[in-house]
């Protein structure tokens, strides 16, 4: 290298300052303007290795121990809802994967360390507060289903929240899902959703009222999606909410756990009249809402048939929806990414959901995102199916 021609480095030198120069003539965004448009990180704490992220809840479960200083929430429907905030330590290794809360629990990847309770004049003030100081004065809501306690429940939208790392506030809803795994514990679950749907919509209303986020968005998955229909159900009989202007930015139903026809004659009304926008995944191969159809005698609104004629004429009749509110409404088809368990858990455990995600709480045009693949009806609706 020492002996190098000067004439040769000379040329080096030459051919550096006009790559330069060409880099120079770009158009290129400022740094400001960049970052204006991006959805900021989630905030954390950190504790030694692990981060420490907080969110808000709301449950309808009772208590077990009134007096105790952290609140054991028990398997029971109560009288009134408890609110509070949480703490949850998570490893920053943590990647998106097979999701069992207890064996992530037992392994120290995510755990809840701190469960306080506010009372509701506190947890509004507290929570407007952080919704004010968040860079989009929003509030991502989540609603989980069937099978786990408040403590499992907590650790599921924690992992949710973290993996989507978006800087807004997170208020949980639980209800008392953890029923026993049986036809009848599931009876029993599917009871209390439909009784926990005023709960949330309370909950709904005194935000919009109170709280006034510019964006609500709110993500339920199985038989949350039960809780979030009736809930929508009580806000609609709220004159002041049931106007012209709509009070919710975005729902986003993952593999709902509702009757085709209950959504049919129930929900799409108040769909109008509350929420700008809609999004429901469908997969072909969800055994669990296989299962629940079984059950409940009637087809579930997340499921369609496995057979590619058959799936094709499922979907025909499922774009009903799209004639009722084509500019609000989507519908994805995830059965060609849809590797969960039971082909039911995929808006936990599938990368392709979290990024289809974002791009619909950003208000990006679906065509943003590459791995959507489009099928046009004559009709003139539209059916993505998410690759």
Known sequence: MKNRSPYIRLAGCACAIFLLSGCASLPLQSARTYFADLYKRIPYKTEGHYRVIDIFYATDRNIEDAAAESPAFGRALADK??????NVRIDPDVTIGKMLPNRLKRRGTIGVQEVGKLNDGEFIKKLSETVAASPHKSLLVMVFGYKDNFEATAIKASYFAYLLDVNTPVLLFDWPGDQSVSIGGYKKAHDYAKSSGPYLGELLTKVAKQVKPEKIWVVASSLGCQVVCDAFDHMHKDPDLADTEAEIDHVVLAAPDVGQKEFDEQFKHELAALSKKLTTYVSANDGALLMSGFINGEKRLGRHREKKQDQMDETKDIL?????????????DVTPINKASYGHGYYLESPEFYDDFYMRILGKSPNANRRLYLLKFKDGTDYWVLR
């Open 81 to 86: 809802m408890t609110f509070g905030t949480l």
């Open 320 to 332: 009903y929806l799209k004639s009722l509110e084509p500019d609000r409404i989507t519908l994805v």
